[in-house]
Structure formats: C-alpha cells, structure tokens
C-alpha cells in the first residue's frame, strides 16, 4: 500500500509547483518580447501651435529673373548649333556661330573709325606746328581739335557696336550664353537662314538654381493664404520628396477662364531635381496661436469609432490608452483628452500589441 503512496505525493507535488509557475506568469502580466522589442518605433507627445494645411495643384516654373531669351543680333547662315533643348550651359559659351555679312560691315566701321581717328590726330598735329610758325590761326588749330573730338567719339561707337556684336575676325557672329543654366527653348538649327529682321528668339537660357511653384487659388480659398505662409511641395516625378519654401508674392488678379488667383512660392533648387513645367501639389501651413499635444498620426488606433494609443514605459508596463483627437493635421494628431507631454506612444507595430493586450 506504501508504495502507491509515494508516486502520487510526488505528482501532488509537481502539480503544486506547475500552479506556482503559472501564478507567477499571471503576476508579471504582459511583456514585449525581444523580437518585438526590436521591431516597434516610437514618439513622445510633443506639445506644438496647432497648424492647418490647404492643397493647392499648379506647376514648376523658372524663375523669370533668371531667365533670358536669346536674340540674333545679325541675319545669315547658320554655321552650326552647339547646344540642344536641356543642355546646361555655361555664362560665354558660344551657343551657335552664324555666317554674316553685317559682321564685314561692323568691322568696316570700326576700321573707317580708326582712319579717321589717325586722320584727325595729324591734322591737329600740323594745325599746332602751323600756328607755332605763324602760318595759320588759332581758330585752326581749335577746328583740328574738333574734329579730332568726332573722330573720337566715332571710334568710340564703333568699339562699342564691335562688342555688343562680339566681332572677331571674319564675317562669323557666335551667339553667346547670356547667363549659366539650361536650355528650355531651342528656335534654332544648321543651315537655317535666318532674317536680320527676325523677332523671334532662337534660345530661352534658365538658370534653375531656385525655381518658383506658381499654384492656382480658388476665389473660395484666396482668405485662406497670405504673404510668408510655409509651403510643402511636391511633385509626380518625386512624390515621396518635400521641398519646402514660402508664399512670396501673390498675384492679385483672377484669371476669368479658370476663376483662380496665383500664388508663387521660391525653391532652393540646388539638387535640380525640380524641373520647370513638371507639374506640383502645393500643400500651405496655416498656424494659429494655440498649444496642443501632438504625435505622429500613425501612432492611433481607430477602433468602434474611439481613438486609442499605446503607451510605452518599459517592456513590462505597455498600456492602451484611449485618446480624444482635437484634429489630424497630415502626419500629426493633435490631442486634445488622454496624452500628457513626455509620454511615449508607439508608432510602428502598435496594432498587433493592441490586439494581444485586449485579447
């Protein structure tokens, strides 16, 4: 009989401590693993002014301070283009070399002015030797000095009709880059013959180191920006980049066909990333003078329409909180019942710790 006894005080036993275990793992209650410890981010509450944001769709566009259109000064043959639509340019770099016989003229007067000139100077040089020898007057020697003066003076016009005109040697006229930057528009090809008269230009050079994001306003929305209000901008070519700049200056006319006012907003444009007539969403920050705890709006749980967070204090003291959202703002939630400052809340992977903590 004794040896029946032994084997079920020994399970008796085991049981017992089995119990012990699991009431020990009821009391340490929820923990995060290693694995999950790993994979979750997190954010305090921060307090911030509460913004508004408003979309607005328009375009990128050069910065027209920055951009020249490029003009022939000359009509001719065109020799040769060395420059194609998109091309980055360099300020003096010769864009296209044109064969003229307006450059021969130029050059003949600047050649004529220097005759002249020389002229000039030994008419006055024999005026004053005369006068010294009594041989003519005074009245001729200030006559010389006159003409001298014109000849000068033509020279001068020449010289400066010679640079405007960059003339060199023969009758070929290079059109020069006004500025560095790209070309966006190109009227130009080899073995065109072009008008002396032509009003057209053959190049537009932009230099795009800033750009403007000119967006269109809605007569609805126009109260809802002003001078200096923050931008986001992004684009269809780099949806996931924001370029952030400011509203200065508003055009205070509505276009009658599309009944929209346009604003524009200056791009640091460094990365020549943003590339002018790619189109542009155009989100504007309005911020008011009022305090409000925000975090991340991935951060909250929406479930049987409440609002909840996760708090975070250590792997061991992980808690559901329900929260009051005062509103959400893009990527922050302002909070407004809930959340004290400092706080952290759990923005990556909280839904599944949700789960398991309601389960």
């Keep these: 009989m004794k040896t029946y006894i032994i084997p079920v005080i020994i399970a008796l036993l085991a049981l017992s401590c089995s119990k ?10 929820f923990e995060l693993s290693n694995t999950m410890l790993q994979s979750i981010s997190l954010a305090k ?3 911030k002014y509460i913004e508004d944001d408003f979309n607005f769709y328009g375009k990128i566009s050069a910065d027209k301070n920055s951009y020249i259109d490029v003009y022939p000064l000359v009509g001719g043959n065109v020799l040769s283009v060395n420059a194609e639509l998109g091309d980055y340019v360099k300020k003096g770099q010769v864009l296209a070399t044109i064969r003229s016989t307006e450059m021969a003229e130029v050059q ?3 050649s004529d002015a220097k005759t002249d000139l020389l002229v000039a100077q030994n008419n006055l040089r024999v005026a004053k030797e005369m006068y010294e020898g009594k041989l003519n007057t005074e009245r001729d020697v200030l006559e ?3 003409e001298l003066q014109k000849a000068q003076d033509q020279m001068q ?3 400066a009709v010679s640079t405007v005109y960059n003339v060199k040697k023969g009758n070929i006229y290079s059109v020069i880059a006004p500025i560095s930057g790209y070309i966006v528009q190109k009227n130009i090809n ?6 002396s008269d032509r009003s057209e230009n053959i190049f537009d050079v932009a230099n795009t180191t800033n750009v403007w994001a000119i967006m269109n306003v809605n007569e609805s929305d126009i109260d809802k920006i002003s001078l200096g209000m923050k931008a986001r901008v992004s684009t269809l070519s780099y949806p996931d980049k924001v370029f952030v700049g400011k509203i200065d200056k508003i055009f205070k006319i509505i276009d009658p066909e599309t009944n929209a006012m346009q604003a524009r907003v200056v791009l640091d444009n460094q990365s020549g990333l943003l590339i002018p007539e790619s189109k542009a969403t155009i989100k504007v920050i309005s911020s008011e003078n009022t305090l409000a705890l925000t975090i991340p709006s ?3 749980i929406f479930d049987d329409n409440r609002s909840f967070v996760i708090i975070y204090k250590s792997r061991t003291d992980v808690k559901v909180r329900e929260i009051k959202v005062l509103k959400q703002v893009g990527d922050i939630t302002y909070v407004s019942e809930g959340l004290s400052e400092g706080e952290q ?15």
Excluded: F, P
């Design 20 to 29: 012990k275990e699991e009431i020990v793992q009821a009391k340490k209650g």
């Design 45 to 47: 509450a921060e307090k």
């Design 190 to 195: 080899k073995d065109m013959q072009l008008r």
């Design 345 to 359: 809340v759990v923005t990556n992977n909280q839904l599944l710790i949700y789960r398991s903590l309601n389960s």
């Design 298 to 300: 991935k951060a909250v």
């Design 108 to 110: 003949k007067e600047v």
């Design 144 to 146: 010389a000095k006159s």
């Design 157 to 159: 016009r020449a010289n």
